[in-house]
Nanobody
């Protein structure tokens, strides 16, 4: 069973950048496609980005294209989310998730394992 731990969140001014990391305990990390989601207070969990098992394919929500970049380092069992040009509306708890079968999925229910989340706050 994969265990996921996010890090890298924090407080940043609008226009700034943050890099989130998600470390997986599972030795077969490369067998999982990965995704990032976020949830703001009072809102549903929202798809942010996803990456295939090999890292060869990436997927983004429209509002993140051009600002966010997802990547992975399978030897380090880690997936990253580089976030640039941050906006106050990006404020949320960010979660990473792993799925064995649904690479690129935008649906939270298709992910098998979740991290505990990391808070990102963007001030105006």
């Amino acid at each position: 069973q994969a265990q996921l731990v996010e890090s890298g969140g924090g407080l940043v001014q609008a226009g700034g950048s943050l890099r989130l990391s998600c470390a997986a305990s599972e030795r077969t990390f490369s067998y999982y496609a990965m995704g990032w989601f976020r949830q703001a207070p009072g809102k549903e969990r929202e798809f942010v980005a996803a990456i295939s098992w090999s890292g060869g394919s990436t997927y983004y929500a429209d509002s993140m294209k051009g600002r966010f970049t997802i990547s992975r380092h399978n030897a380090k069992n880690t997936v990253y989310l580089q976030m640039n040009s941050l906006k106050p509306e990006d404020t949320a708890v960010y979660y990473c998730a792993a799925t064995e079968y649904y690479s690129g999925s935008t649906y939270p229910y298709e992910y098998d394992y979740w991290g505990q989340g990391t808070q990102v706050t963007v001030s105006s």
